[in-house]
């Protein structure tokens, strides 16, 4: 197994269900990011996403659009996130996987790229525009150890789900939802009857739902039909409109580690 599904089995088993934080490296400031991951992580997320900005972000709504938006207008580029994600491995021993796009990547030279991420301290990677049908082809053996995470959505049929599953480590990404980050319909029992279906299909790996996750309503809803919870959108949306030094954003990750240890543990 690897550290990340070690990592997962270990909370699991104390019946602990994994908050993982979605971040867009470099927002809102570049210069106190590495600080705000870092209390993000101390205020119980378990694992962090590291996005990586990109102009034209396919699965992103537009408060994640917003972010990456502001974080290439500040400078960010993969370089730099790459010594951000280095600068917080020197501080944490939690899990750390870097989110984003193939053509970034492409651009920085792929071989190079993810020679780079492993120097920096990369656990996994997810790119959601690679899909299965082009995993061998991109992710060649200079990727080995960084865990590919891929993903399922609402869309995907039983056949693939068990392929996907088949080739995903880490965990499976299972998107709660059709569309994009930060929506979520209202179609409850479609939801429920769509994850109840995947946790079953999905044997290799352990499974956390996002895309539309943002409250406590939400994790007591759906944590049971998964291994954890991906917050991105909501955690993003609270450090725009956080006025208080993060600390509302802090206490915002506090809560929902709460819940899904409260919800976990009835």
């Known amino acids: 197994m690897s550290l990340i599904s070690n990592y997962i089995s270990e909370k699991n088993n104390a019946k602990e269900k994994i908050l993982s934080v979605f971040l867009t490296a470099g927002f809102p400031d570049k210069n106190n990011f590495v600080e705000l991951a870092l209390d993000i992580l101390d205020a119980g997320a378990d694992m962090l996403e590291i996005g990586f900005p990109f102009s034209d972000p396919l699965a992103d709504g537009p408060i994640i659009q917003h972010s990456s938006q502001s974080a290439i207008e500040n400078g960010m580029n993969l370089h730099k996130v790459l010594l951000i994600l280095k600068e917080i491995r020197q501080n944490t021993k939690k899990p750390l996987i870097l989110m984003g796009y193939a053509n970034p990547i492409l651009r920085y030279g792929k071989s190079k790229f993810a020679i780079d991420a492993i120097a920096s301290g990369a656990n996994g990677i997810i790119i959601p525009d690679i899909p299965i049908e082009e995993y061998d082809g991109f ?128």
């Open 139 to 266: 992710f060649d053996s200079s990727f080995n150890p960084i865990d590919k995470i891929l993903l399922i959505t609402p869309t995907t049929t039983k056949d693939r789900i068990k392929k996907i599953d088949s080739v995903s480590n880490g965990f499976v990404y299972c998107v709660s939802v059709s569309g994009t980050t930060g929506s979520l319909n209202n179609k409850v029992d479609e939801t429920i009857n769509f994850l109840t279906n995947a946790y079953s299909l999905v044997t290799n790996n352990k499974m956390l739902i996002g895309f539309g996750i943002s409250n406590r309503d939400d994790i007591k809803i759906f944590s049971p039909y998964c291994d954890g919870v991906i917050v991105g959108s909501a955690v993003i949306k609270s450090l725009m409109e956080d006025t208080s030094g993060f600390r509302k954003t802090l206490t915002f990750i506090s809560d929902l580690k709460d819940e899904l240890i409260r919800s976990t543990r009835q």
